[in-house]
């Protein structure tokens, strides 16, 4: 669960190692069989767009153009994935697979040698030769590289061997996107900031909260006023010429003038600064990290003759929250600068600059939508969906320039993905929710906040219509739908008072402060829950310290599993909590299928696994009321959360899945899907 470390390891770091051997890759290229090329195709991913959502939004008069689509072509549920987490669905629409075949199933998995939990989608790799040379600094000699650890092929590797004019615009788990020679792509759901988490923000402010040391996803920062002068920074990347590894920082000086209610923010050595009024937005600001200083290292000061890769550049936006009495400045997480990135974040590496030179810098985070700032206090309500709308009214002007520029194209494909219906249902759920435990007063103000997003979206998909001709394959698609969370399930509490887990320590106050399964007796436990949906068998041979026999006895212990989990009941509505334990065997095939979870636990609607179990807590209860902003979720039982399928075209099955899709597109353009890949097309 680290961060993923940014090198050095650019065309900047090149000039200034100036130690690493070079030389000159050549290949040679063999032109592919051509596709069909008179087709063009557009898939536009709304991520999380239920349909009993959409139904009702239409029936309501707000999405005239889907509803002008549906009566054009068809709308049809889509089949999700097991579970249906994001990057388990994407994975199944990219490769045409499932699970098994990509080997993604969580977010989060675990080493069965050491039990530790680890994100699913990408890892960090770093080489630790160094040259020493005095005291805590160093010359690092090879850099970094980010694995994407989703296998499989993608679905536009083949449109690529096919010669397809091909544009992937922030599909989930696609970081870092795959070298191609031909394909344009932006990596999109796994892309980190600058300091290599999902997203750290920076506060700044006069009067932290008393929880600020708890905040998950940001750093709080205690900053004093001298005449009306206060300095911090902005933390960046690890340094890799310091042998701790210590983040790498920028300056900055805020001036604020309470009188007026307005404050200066000037960054680095000054070459930027910004003038915010209470309440406002900055635009895109250069933030530059030195790694040396005027002695040769570390600090903030930039060496008067400094070569070329002695700094990483990245970009933020401020947000004043407050002048007085009280003063609150919000800072994004440091974003890759699509302009100048640090770690590669198109293919073409240089597709991202030539598109913000076309439509200014953008959010290269994969999820930028600040969820953490919303849980954390630092942003009300009011706030996240100020920050959550530009960031939709950013990616629709992304999108209209696709379409303009696929308009004017013979032939291809365009992807294109929003995450906004997500991230927003996600936190806005209790909005419109009255009877959500956390529905409160501030909530209640805000009961139009998702029907405005799909307000928003409807406008894209019209968009897309007006400017495409008829004859384009037009493809409305998501990968999950959505449910209340109303009560959290502590899956591993239950497994621990049901005699399957041993503990170290038992007591209320161990159980309460143990994470990450450190308090554990693994010699003694026989099963353990991991992620948001995945159950394991301790077997024998196979975790470090496994227990369980493999074969008959595991066999016989997921059966009880499966049986005992279906009759789990919520003491407070008398409800089954758990609709369907899928047995791995019978849903996963595919080269990776042995890496899967033993079981997929799949809840009732109203019911989640909790975020405590999901990193291996054990709270007292086995159920708790769910009081969190995170209010409405997906990661529940598969065939209670389809995704939807709309299109210009005529749908021929009742039931298509994900990876029907992914058939579907290279069956229009003739091409022979791979014999991995598990779909019919539906069209």
Same mark, same amino acid.
């Given at each position: 669960?680290?961060?993923?470390?940014?090198?050095l390891s650019? &065309?900047?770091?090149?000039?200034?190692?100036?130690?690493?051997?070079?030389?000159?890759?050549?290949?040679?290229?063999?032109?592919?069989?051509?596709?069909?090329?008179?087709?063009k195709?557009?898939v +536009?991913?709304?991520?999380?767009? @239920?349909?009993?959502q959409?139904?009702?939004?239409?029936?309501?008069?707000?999405?005239?153009?889907?509803?002008? !689509?549906?009566?054009?072509?068809?709308?049809?549920?889509l089949?999700?994935?097991?579970?249906?987490?994001?990057?388990?669905?994407?994975?199944?629409?990219?490769?045409?697979?499932?699970?098994?075949?990509?080997? =993604?199933?969580?977010?989060?998995?675990?080493d069965?040698?050491?039990?530790?939990?680890?994100?699913?989608?990408?890892?960090?790799?770093?080489?630790? &030769?160094?040259?020493?040379?005095?005291?805590?600094?160093?010359?690092?000699?090879?850099?970094?590289?980010?694995?994407?650890?989703?296998?499989?092929?993608?679905?536009?590797?083949?449109?690529?061997?096919h010669g397809?004019?091909?544009?992937? /615009?922030?599909?989930?788990?696609?970081?870092?996107?795959g070298?191609s020679?031909?394909?344009?792509?932006i990596s999109g759901?796994?892309?980190?900031?600058?300091?290599?988490?999902?997203?750290?923000?920076?506060?700044?402010?006069?009067? $932290?909260?008393?929880?600020?040391?708890?905040?998950?996803?940001?750093?709080?920062y205690?900053?004093y006023?001298?005449?009306?002068?206060?300095?911090?920074a902005?933390?960046?990347p690890?340094?890799?010429?310091?042998?701790?590894?210590?983040d790498?920082?920028?300056?900055?000086?805020?001036f604020?003038?309470e009188?007026?209610?307005?404050? &200066?923010v000037v960054?680095?050595?000054?070459?930027?600064?910004?003038?915010?009024?209470?309440?406002?937005?900055s635009?895109?600001?250069?933030?530059?990290?030195?790694?040396?200083?005027?002695?040769g290292f570390g600090?903030?000061?930039?060496?008067?003759?400094?070569?070329?890769? !002695?700094?990483?550049?990245?970009?933020?936006?401020?947000?004043?929250?407050?002048?007085?009495?009280?003063?609150?400045?919000?800072?994004?997480p440091v974003?890759?600068?699509?302009?100048?990135p640090?770690?590669?974040?198109?293919?073409?590496?240089?597709?991202?600059k030539?598109?913000a030179e076309?439509?200014g810098?953008?959010?290269?985070?994969?999820?930028?939508?600040?969820?953490?700032?919303?849980?954390?206090?630092?942003?009300?309500?009011?706030?996240?969906l100020?920050?959550?709308?530009?960031?939709?009214?950013e990616?629709?002007?992304l999108?209209?320039?696709?379409?303009?520029? /696929?308009?004017?194209?013979?032939?291809?494909?365009l992807?294109?993905?929003f995450s906004?219906?997500?991230?927003?249902?996600?936190?806005?759920?209790?909005?419109?929710?009255?009877s959500?435990p956390?529905?409160?007063?501030?909530?209640?103000?805000?009961?139009?906040?998702?029907?405005h =997003?799909?307000?928003?979206?409807d406008?894209?998909?019209?968009?897309?219509?007006?400017h495409?001709?008829?004859?384009?394959?037009?493809?409305i698609?998501?990968?999950?739908?959505?449910?209340?969370?109303?009560?959290?399930?502590?899956?591993?509490?239950?497994?621990? @008072?049901n005699g399957?887990?041993?503990?170290?320590?038992?007591?209320?106050?161990?159980?309460?402060?143990?994470?990450?399964?450190?308090?554990?007796?693994?010699?003694?436990?026989?099963?353990?829950?991991?992620?948001?949906?995945g %159950?394991?068998?301790?077997?024998?041979?196979?975790?470090?310290?496994g227990?369980v026999?493999?074969?008959?006895?595991?066999e016989?212990?997921e059966n009880?599993?499966?049986?005992?989990?279906?009759? %789990?009941?919520?003491?407070?509505?008398?409800?089954l909590?758990?609709?369907?334990v899928?047995?791995? @065997?019978? +849903?996963?095939?595919?080269k990776?299928?042995?890496?899967?979870?033993?079981?997929?636990?799949?809840y009732?609607?109203?019911?989640?696994?909790?975020?405590?179990?999901? !990193?291996?807590?054990? $709270?007292?209860e086995?159920?708790?009321?769910?009081?969190?902003?995170w209010?409405?979720?997906?990661?529940?039982?598969?065939?209670?959360?389809p995704?939807?399928?709309?299109?210009?075209?005529?749908?021929r099955?009742?039931?298509?899945?994900?990876?029907?899709?992914?058939?579907?597109?290279?069956?229009?353009?003739?091409?022979?899907?791979p014999s991995?890949?598990i779909?019919?097309? +539906?069209?």
């Amino acid at each position: 669960m680290g961060k993923v470390g940014f090198r050095l390891s650019t &065309k900047k770091f090149a000039a200034v190692a100036a130690l690493l051997a070079g030389g000159a890759l050549v290949t040679s290229f063999t032109a592919p069989a051509r596709a069909v090329e008179h087709k063009k195709m557009l898939v +536009v991913g709304f991520d999380g767009m @239920d349909p009993k959502q959409l139904r009702r939004m239409i029936d309501e008069g707000l999405m005239p153009n889907m509803k002008r !689509l549906i009566a054009e072509g068809d709308f049809r549920t889509l089949g999700t994935s097991i579970p249906p987490q994001s990057p388990v669905a994407w994975s199944n629409f990219i490769t045409g697979q499932n699970p098994g075949g990509h080997n =993604i199933f969580d977010f989060i998995h675990r080493d069965p040698k050491t039990y530790i939990p680890y994100l699913s989608t990408s890892e960090a790799v770093s080489s630790d &030769k160094s040259l020493k040379l005095w005291g805590d600094w160093q010359i690092p000699l090879g850099g970094g590289e980010v694995l994407n650890l989703r296998e499989g092929e993608a679905f536009w590797e083949e449109l690529e061997k096919h010669g397809v004019p091909t544009t992937i /615009f922030k599909i989930p788990a696609n970081y870092p996107p795959g070298e191609s020679k031909k394909i344009r792509s932006i990596s999109g759901m796994g892309t980190p900031d600058m300091q290599g988490t999902p997203g750290m923000f920076s506060y700044y402010t006069t009067h $932290p909260m008393e929880n600020a040391d708890d905040i998950s996803g940001g750093h709080v920062y205690d900053i004093y006023f001298d005449r009306g002068r206060a300095t911090s920074a902005i933390h960046g990347p690890a340094n890799p010429f310091h042998k701790s590894g210590e983040d790498s920082e920028c300056p900055i000086t805020i001036f604020r003038d309470e009188e007026n209610g307005v404050a &200066k923010v000037v960054v680095g050595d000054g070459d930027d600064e910004v003038l915010l009024k209470t309440g406002e937005w900055s635009g895109w600001i250069p933030v530059e990290f030195y790694m040396l200083d005027d002695d040769g290292f570390g600090g903030f000061v930039r060496p008067a003759a400094a070569p070329a890769g !002695l700094a990483i550049s990245g970009i933020v936006k401020f947000y004043l929250k407050s002048v007085s009495p009280e003063f609150s400045l919000y800072c994004t997480p440091v974003q890759i600068d699509p302009i100048d990135p640090a770690q590669p974040v198109s293919t073409p590496p240089d597709w991202s600059k030539e598109i913000a030179e076309k439509c200014g810098r953008f959010y290269t985070q994969g999820m930028p939508e600040d969820t953490k700032a919303l849980e954390g206090g630092v942003f009300d309500d009011g706030e996240f969906l100020d920050q959550a709308t530009r960031i939709l009214e950013e990616r629709i002007g992304l999108f209209k320039k696709q379409v303009d520029e /696929f308009a004017a194209q013979d032939w291809g494909f365009l992807f294109f993905y929003f995450s906004s219906l997500d991230q927003q249902t996600h936190m806005m759920w209790r909005c419109t929710d009255p009877s959500h435990p956390a529905a409160d007063e501030e909530s209640a103000h805000y009961p139009d906040a998702i029907r405005h =997003i799909f307000e928003r979206l409807d406008y894209a998909v019209g968009y897309a219509r007006e400017h495409l001709s008829d004859d384009v394959d037009l493809v409305i698609m998501s990968d999950h739908g959505f449910a209340p969370w109303y009560r959290e399930v502590h899956l591993n509490s239950w497994l621990y @008072d049901n005699g399957y887990i041993a503990l170290k320590d038992p007591s209320p106050e161990a159980r309460e402060q143990s994470d990450f399964f450190m308090n554990v007796d693994w010699r003694r436990t026989k099963a353990y829950a991991l992620g948001i949906n995945g %159950l394991y068998i301790n077997v024998r041979g196979r975790e470090k310290y496994g227990t369980v026999a493999p074969g008959a006895e595991r066999e016989a212990l997921e059966n009880e599993l499966v049986q005992k989990l279906k009759e %789990l009941r919520d003491p407070k509505s008398g409800k089954l909590a758990i609709k369907e334990v899928y047995k791995s @065997d019978d +849903v996963y095939s595919g080269k990776y299928a042995k890496n899967a979870p033993d079981l997929n636990v799949g809840y009732n609607r109203e019911f989640r696994g909790s975020n405590q179990s999901a !990193l291996g807590e054990f $709270p007292m209860e086995w159920f708790s009321d769910n009081t969190g902003k995170w209010s409405g979720d997906h990661c529940i039982a598969a065939d209670l959360v389809p995704g939807i399928l709309v299109s210009n075209r005529k749908v021929r099955y009742n039931d298509p899945k994900l990876y029907d899709l992914t058939a579907t597109i290279l069956a229009e353009f003739g091409i022979d899907k791979p014999s991995e890949m598990i779909g019919t097309p +539906v069209f």
